[in-house]
């Protein structure tokens, strides 16, 4: 029984080096100049953060990716409970937001860029977009689920529709809710890498792809897998907060659902 | 819901788009914003007219399209069959539940030049990066659509008689099929996100590209053309995925 219990906890653990494995075996099959093995890329992972330029530019990444997922979250959470209570609310911004949802938030990277630089700003504003959407949609969605008979039991013993947004509404909402911060997450992460591909100045995603112009093949793969570790412990690191504030709700997914 | 709730409705959504036009408008015309920056929004409209027609501008949404679909079809077809296997057999189940937690999290744009140097500059690498991203939200949506399925429905169809192999097609697959039509939509979504990123960072074609070889010669008009065109696609494509539910699950309860 623990012996099983024990494999559970390191299946994922396994599941990466499986990878790693697979990668190294076709890399060796293919025998590319452009396909570096597993163990090669690895090795060139202490290159990249000894340097000192590139640690600090991946902490700078990491700054305004944490800059722009909180206040996309801290907008989002009471814009998506207000619009899942009240059909008003709803149906003013829903268009909106159906217009805006197809379309690349990095893509918009080029004309901000034009009005606010390519510093911090820009990179900022456009994680906060990419995260503020998937935020807004759960929280809308886990709002409207909310039992009609606990909002009336509130309203009867007084409590004030604030007092009702945010100590029925919020906690009843919140694995919802974090189902969406944990897509966002995910989003930021992207966003982070591509909003940096597109404005070279600082940042992994400017290292990914210089390394890649410069035909450095063994940088981008490094590259690759620590952003791609960034990404896994990031979602653990939140996986494990959610367990803890939502213990009491039924664990819908254990398996992430985040996209993209 | 009746009909005036609807127009309602529609009217006060009308409301903030409006608005935002009249923002744009208005900080063009109080000279708050150069036009070389932000371009009056009807000056974009007839530009956007006028691309409409050309052939090119069609070759280039086309081979947006071309890609998008592709990607999205490997996606739909990849993510029920391992979300379906996943949910009906323990061992696929051990084997693709830790992958899935491992490879949903990472973000798949940082792949895209692995893909680049593999596959090449051409459709491939894009269709791969496209299909890749767009999977993990069908394939969850259906593993946790066909592992949710009542019980008792499928021991009435065993005592019914019906073989194992017809209950995953007659029992599990339809009463799955609202989750695993709310994955699509995300998918769907993804999908457009994606194929645009890709066609910017590398690409001969598509809106993607129309929009780099814009920003580089600093064409502010011709940027926000191929914005509003994907973002027209993705409500096109929506729309006709949304019919395609109400036609698929016509027999159920609202969903």
Request: glycine share 8%; net charge neutral.
């Amino acid at each position: 029984m623990t012996l099983r219990a024990l494999i559970a906890r390191l299946a994922p653990l396994l599941a990466c080096l499986g990878l790693l494995a697979v990668w190294q075996i076709a890399a060796l099959a293919l025998n590319n100049d452009s396909f570096p093995t597993a163990l090669e890329s690895i090795r060139a992972i202490p290159a990249i953060l000894d340097d000192k330029e590139a640690l600090i530019n991946i902490l700078a990444s990491l700054r305004r990716m944490a800059i722009g997922f909180g206040t996309a979250v801290l907008v989002s959470i009471p814009l998506g409970l207000l619009m899942g209570r009240s059909r008003g609310v709803a149906s003013f911004f829903n268009p909106l937001l159906m217009v805006i949802y197809p379309v690349p938030k990095a893509a918009l990277m080029p004309i901000i860029m034009l009005w606010l630089g390519i510093g911090d700003l820009s990179k900022t504003l456009v994680i906060f977009l990419g995260v503020s959407l998937p935020v807004i949609y759960h929280s809308f969605e886990g709002a409207k689920a909310v039992e009609e008979k606990m909002l009336w039991s509130g309203a009867a013993m007084g409590l004030s529709a604030v007092e009702r947004l945010t100590r029925i509404v919020l906690p009843a909402a919140l694995p919802e809710i974090l189902t969406g911060c944990r897509t966002g997450l995910v989003l930021a992460l992207i966003t982070m890498v591509t909003s940096e591909m597109i404005a070279r100045q600082s940042g992994a995603g400017n290292i990914l792809f210089n390394a890649l112009d410069m035909g450095q093949y063994d940088t981008v793969f490094a590259m690759i897998i620590i952003i791609g570790a960034m990404g896994i412990c990031l979602d653990a690191a939140f996986e494990r907060m959610r367990q803890r504030l939502v213990r009491w709700s039924e664990p819908q997914f254990d398996i992430p659902l985040s996209f993209s | 819901m009746n009909g005036r709730g609807v127009t309602t409705d529609l009217l006060l959504g009308l409301i903030p788009i409006t608005l935002l036009l009249a923002i744009w408008q208005g900080t063009v015309s109080f000279g708050l914003a150069p036009p070389t920056l932000l371009p009056p929004p009807g000056h974009v409209f007839m530009r956007m007219a006028e691309q409409l027609v050309t052939a090119s501008f069609d070759q280039e949404i086309l081979a947006t399209l071309f890609r998008l679909f592709a990607g999205f079809l490997i996606a739909v077809v990849l993510g029920i069959a391992i979300g379906l296997a996943a949910a009906v057999n323990p061992t696929i189940n051990a084997a693709v539940r830790p992958m899935v937690r491992v490879l949903a999290p990472l973000p798949k744009v940082a792949l895209y030049p692995a893909l680049l140097l593999l596959l090449g500059f051409g459709h491939e690498s894009k269709i791969t990066l496209v299909a890749a991203d767009a999977l993990f939200p069908i394939l969850l949506s259906t593993y946790y659509g066909a592992s949710t399925v009542e019980q008792k429905l499928i021991w009435s169809a065993m005592a019914a008689g019906t073989p194992p192999s017809e209950i995953l097609f007659k029992v599990i697959l339809p009463s799955a099929a609202p989750s695993i039509l709310t994955g699509c939509r995300i998918g769907l979504v993804i999908s457009c996100i994606v194929v645009f990123l890709a066609e910017m960072i590398t690409s001969t074609d598509g809106l993607g590209h129309v929009l780099i070889t814009a920003a580089r010669t600093f064409q502010a008009v011709d940027m926000f053309v191929p914005l509003i065109t994907i973002s027209l696609l993705g409500l096109i494509l929506n729309g006709l995925l949304q019919a395609a539910r109400a036609y698929l699950l016509r027999g159920f309860p609202e969903v």
